[in-house]
């Protein structure tokens, strides 16, 4: 009678990603899971939800979550954030506290460290964007600064543009995750739902191409979705500004603006979802959205009650 294998121990968690606006987490999630998911066009306060990225090795299931950056909060918009960022802290099993490597310590970093209240979970210093630095004692310096935010369980030097230290990164994760289970199918690589990753992709665009205030104070609604002919995707959204001399910037002249979005916003949907895009856009005013209460639940964020 042949022996059953012994049943595989599987290693698993999820790792926060944490630290506030413009230190690299979107950028360094797409190159721990291998490639893009969330927002990631070098500009601060670029992302506005929970993401997920999952990286599955032999042995390993490990669930990176990519929260908004931690920073005082301005509106109504950028508590709903801060909420959505802390609503993760109970469940990390190990945390990244990514900063700048190539500045000092800002308070904005003493703030996000204020807000990561002590926990069990081992939190990891991750000194980011050292690609521009030779090391040398500036580089040790900033880093020694950055250490004393409070304790870490470990430090690491990367850039996640250039790939260097993410091989030493993971080797920390990989030594502090528990035993568990697969909490996502073998396969997955995000848990992100195709309305919001449309909308995100659009935004993305508003971003890249767009100047000053005007990409921060849009949002994208996908109205409707369906594909109509076999193989083409006919999605419907349209893009919210909080004024009308935004609006008219967003349109452009001649619609021009918009044009230009609308077709970089579907190459990269036809590039991430692998089937033709048929991308229709239109542009409204949903005045002082980022301050109003049920226009950000319309809009899907958690608002702060009180």
């Known amino acids: 009678m042949a022996e059953e294998s012994p049943e595989r121990t ?18 360094l999630l797409g190159r721990l899971v291998g490639e893009p998911i969330a927002i990631a066009c070098g500009k601060p306060r670029t992302s506005r939800h929970r993401i997920v990225g999952v990286r599955e090795e032999d042995g390993f299931q490990m669930i990176f979550v990519d929260v908004p950056g931690i920073a005082p909060a301005k509106d109504l918009l950028e508590r709903s954030l801060q909420k959505t960022a802390k609503a993760e802290i109970e469940a990390a099993d190990a945390v990244l ?33 050292i690609e521009e630095e030779e090391g040398g004692p500036d580089l040790d310096a900033r880093v020694a600064d950055y250490a004393a935010l409070r304790p870490f369980a470990a430090v690491a030097r990367i850039s996640a543009e ?6 030493a990164l ?25 309305k919001l990753e449309i909308a995100e992709r659009i935004r993305e665009q508003c971003l890249l191409l767009l100047d000053k205030e005007v990409p921060h104070s849009c949002v994208v609604m996908v109205r409707s979705l369906a594909e109509r002919v076999e193989g083409l ?33 579907r190459k990269s949907l036809e590039a991430i979802l692998g089937k033709r895009v048929y991308l229709v856009l239109e542009v409204a005013v949903a005045p002082r959205w980022r301050r109003d209460a049920l226009a950000l639940k319309r809009f899907g964020y958690a608002v702060e009650q009180g």
């Open 233 to 265: 995707l006919h999605v419907t959204a349209t893009i919210h500004v909080e004024k009308p001399s935004q609006k008219a910037i967003v349109v452009g002249k001649g619609g021009e603006m918009v044009k230009r979005i609308g077709t970089a916003a």
């Open 170 to 194: 993971l080797a920390e994760v990989r030594s502090r995750l528990p035993e568990g289970p697969q909490y996502y199918p073998e396969g997955t690589v995000t848990d992100i739902p195709e």
């Open 10 to 27: 599987l290693r698993s968690g999820f790792v926060l990603l944490w630290g506030r606006p413009g230190t690299g987490k979107s950028t």
């Open 97 to 129: 506290f990514l900063v700048d490597g190539r500045v000092n310590p800002s308070g904005d970093d003493h703030y996000a460290s204020h807000e990561l209240p002590a926990v069990g979970a081992p939190v990891i210093l991750v000194v980011n964007k």
């Open 162 to 167: 250039g790939e260097e230290g993410i091989d």
